[in-house]
């Protein structure tokens, strides 16, 4: 029997139907666009889109033409949480392992984000709160307008700060004096506040927002994909470790991408004096 190559198992994302937000993907498939589309609710997540997203962001490690996510929402808002109506009502009817499973599936769109090898960015604008918080924070990048607002606000409906991995994330990106007081009171973050520190790559008008998030996207897809695809993964890992694991565990990440061929190709080109074309390998 043939052996099977890893490329046996990848498979196009293009044409993916997604059920409970927008997919589209640019023409050379590699610039995938969600859109958070309940916008008369301000694009409050359900149960049922949790899960999607969650299932997605596990099986884009085997997309064969998907190199960079772009993650918004419709009519100018990012996202305003889990619904009150068909989330956070049901959970108070719910018995202590079924509140454990809930909680440990939005845990796992974290996870599922964290690991997909594609850098994703949020393009945020207006009201970010709650879990819409947490996917903005979970993304690789985050841009947004002098409009957003970003607030975690577990605290306003009796919930600890500590959701989704908030007390673990938000710290490392702005600091822990600054998550400790925005965890605990549930306040606004403002646009400029989230630019200054750390949050925020950049803020953009809301024109122009969508536009600025997919030109970084299609240069990181065109870009050195595996490389970046490494980048993620030692940010990820580099956490719980000491500075000799660190270090050790980057010469090695290094030398398997300079047996790449966009080591070689990159060389060349700058022998050539042209830009080189990286294809991911």
Same mark, same amino acid.
């Given at each position: 029997?043939?052996?099977? !190559?890893?490329?046996?198992?990848?498979?196009?994302?293009?044409?993916?139907?997604?059920?409970?937000?927008?997919?589209?993907? !640019?023409?050379?498939?590699?610039?995938?666009?969600?859109? $958070?589309?309940?916008?008369?609710?301000?694009?409050?997540?359900?149960?049922?889109?949790?899960?999607?997203?969650?299932?997605?962001?596990?099986?884009?490690?085997?997309?064969?033409?998907?190199?960079?996510?772009?993650?918004?929402?419709?009519?100018?808002?990012?996202?305003?949480?889990?619904?009150?109506?068909?989330?956070?009502?049901?959970? *108070?009817?719910?018995?202590?392992?079924?509140?454990?499973?809930?909680?440990?599936?939005?845990?796992?769109?974290?996870?599922?984000?964290?690991?997909?090898?594609?850098?994703?960015?949020?393009?945020?604008?207006?009201?970010?709160?709650?879990?819409?918080?947490?996917? /903005?924070?979970?993304?690789?990048?985050?841009?947004?307008?002098?409009?957003?607002?970003?607030?975690?606000?577990? *605290?306003?409906?009796?919930?600890?700060?500590?959701?989704?991995? %908030?007390?673990?994330?938000?710290?490392?990106?702005?600091? @822990?004096?600054?998550?400790?007081?925005?965890?605990?009171?549930?306040?606004?973050?403002?646009?400029?506040?989230? $630019?200054?520190?750390?949050?925020? !790559?950049?803020?953009?008008?809301?024109?122009?927002? &969508?536009?600025?998030? @997919?030109? &970084? %996207?299609?240069?990181?897809?065109?870009?050195?994909?595996?490389?970046?695809?490494?980048?993620?993964?030692? $940010?990820?890992?580099?956490?719980?470790?000491?500075?000799?694991?660190?270090?050790?565990?980057?010469?090695?990440?290094? %030398?398997?991408?300079?047996? *790449?061929?966009?080591?070689?190709? /990159?060389?060349?080109?700058?022998?050539?004096? @042209?830009?080189?074309?990286?294809?991911?390998?």
């Amino acid at each position: 029997m043939a052996e099977l !190559s890893m490329q046996d198992h990848k498979r196009p994302f293009k044409d993916y139907q997604a059920r409970h937000f927008r997919w589209e993907c !640019s023409a050379d498939g590699r610039v995938a666009t969600i859109t $958070l589309n309940r916008p008369e609710k301000k694009n409050p997540l359900t149960f049922d889109s949790y899960a999607e997203l969650r299932d997605l962001f596990h099986n884009l490690k085997y997309a064969s033409d998907v190199r960079a996510v772009v993650i918004q929402g419709e009519g100018g808002n990012y996202c305003s949480g889990g619904d009150v109506f068909e989330i956070i009502e049901p959970l *108070t009817k719910m018995t202590m392992p079924e509140l454990l499973e809930f909680t440990r599936m939005t845990g796992d769109l974290v996870k599922a984000m964290r690991r997909a090898p594609q850098p994703v960015i949020s393009a945020i604008d207006g009201f970010c709160a709650g879990a819409g918080a947490m996917v /903005a924070l979970a993304s690789d990048f985050r841009l947004g307008t002098p409009a957003t607002k970003t607030a975690y606000l577990f *605290t306003r409906v009796g919930l600890a700060g500590a959701d989704m991995g %908030a007390c673990g994330l938000l710290p490392r990106m702005i600091g @822990q004096g600054r998550a400790t007081e925005l965890l605990m009171t549930g306040r606004v973050m403002s646009a400029e506040e989230g $630019l200054s520190w750390g949050f925020f !790559s950049a803020l953009h008008q809301a024109e122009e927002l &969508l536009g600025k998030a @997919q030109a &970084l %996207a299609q240069s990181l897809a065109d870009g050195p994909w595996f490389a970046h695809t490494m980048t993620k993964t030692m $940010l990820n890992q580099e956490w719980a470790m000491g500075i000799e694991e660190m270090v050790e565990s980057e010469a090695q990440a290094q %030398a398997i991408c300079m047996m *790449t061929g966009d080591f070689r190709r /990159a060389f060349d080109a700058f022998a050539a004096k @042209q830009k080189p074309k990286f294809e991911g390998n």
